[in-house]
Structures are given as C-alpha cells and as structure tokens.
C-alpha cells in the first residue's frame, strides 16, 4: 500500500513527469512514517511562482520549489501535510544548467519538498547538512546520484 495520496495539478505547460513518478517520489521521502499522508504538488508556471514566492517570502522571481506545511488542530487518517508548489519552468532551466537528468531533479526537489513539509529545513549549516544527507539517502534508494555533487558538462 502507498503511503501517501498525492494530488497534482497541472496549472503550467511544460514536460511534468507522470503522476505515477510523483506517487513513487513521495512514498521515498515518507517510508519511515507509519502513517498515510496526503498532500498536493501544484506545477506552476513562472509567474505564479514569483506570485508566491514574493507574497509568502519577500523574495523576487521565481524558484523551483515552495513548500506549505498544514498543521491540523486534530488527528486526520490520512494525515494532510500540505502542499508543494513546484515552477515548472525553473526545474527544466536548473536541470539543463546543471547537467542533471530531468526526472532526476524533478525527484530530487519533490523529496526536498516534502522533507520540508515534515519540519525539515536548511536555515543553518547544521540543519543543511542534515537534510542534504537524508535527501542523498532517499535518492539513492531509487538510484538517483547525489544531486550536490557537481556535474561537468
């Protein structure tokens, strides 16, 4: 049984993976919850995304991925842990410049992106290293490469 129901809307053109790909990148970054979850993964187009990131962050332009937490006053079956916002065009751009496979750096910010739905962060060098180790990890069990080493063209 999967552990987590994942909603994805397409609000972007673009080449999205599958749905199916999605579910499997999810399910990689929640195996050690006992729990189902539930969240959604909005694809956004550049303009949504600076939208987002200038009201919720202060910052200008678009990124790659936002991440929303949901807090529930009371326990839900499944558990809602909030949504992603992923621009579409940021991941195909960032994948080309930095020599990565696309779907490898669509699972890699998808698991990044849940990680931070989970209380994850990279605020300091301690809490980056940390994340940065567990997404190396999750990633590797689907034989993606570590996304931080650097890759020459």
């Known amino acids: 049984m999967a552990k987590s129901i994942v909603d994805v809307q397409l609000a972007a053109g673009g080449d999205s993976p599958e749905i ?5 990148w999810v399910d990689a970054a929640l195996i050690h919850l006992d729990e189902q979850c539930e969240l959604s993964i909005r694809l956004v187009d550049a303009k949504e995304s600076a939208e987002l990131n200038s009201s ?3 910052k200008t332009g678009p990124t790659n991925v936002l991440s929303f937490p ?22 195909e751009r960032e994948a080309r410049e930095q020599n990565k496979k696309l779907n490898d750096h669509w699972s890699h910010l998808v698991i990044h992106g849940c990680l931070h739905l989970l209380g994850y962060d990279h605020i300091d060098d301690d809490e980056a290293e940390d994340m940065e180790a567990l997404e190396i990890t ?6 993606i490469d570590n996304p931080y080493r650097e890759i020459l063209p």
Do not use: A, N
């Open 70 to 91: 949901f807090e529930s006053p009371v326990p839900m079956d499944p558990r809602l842990l909030g949504d992603l916002i992923i621009c579409v065009p940021v991941v």
């Open 56 to 58: 919720y962050r202060d």
């Open 138 to 143: 999750i990633l590797k069990t689907l034989d």
């Open 20 to 24: 199916s790909l999605f579910e499997q």
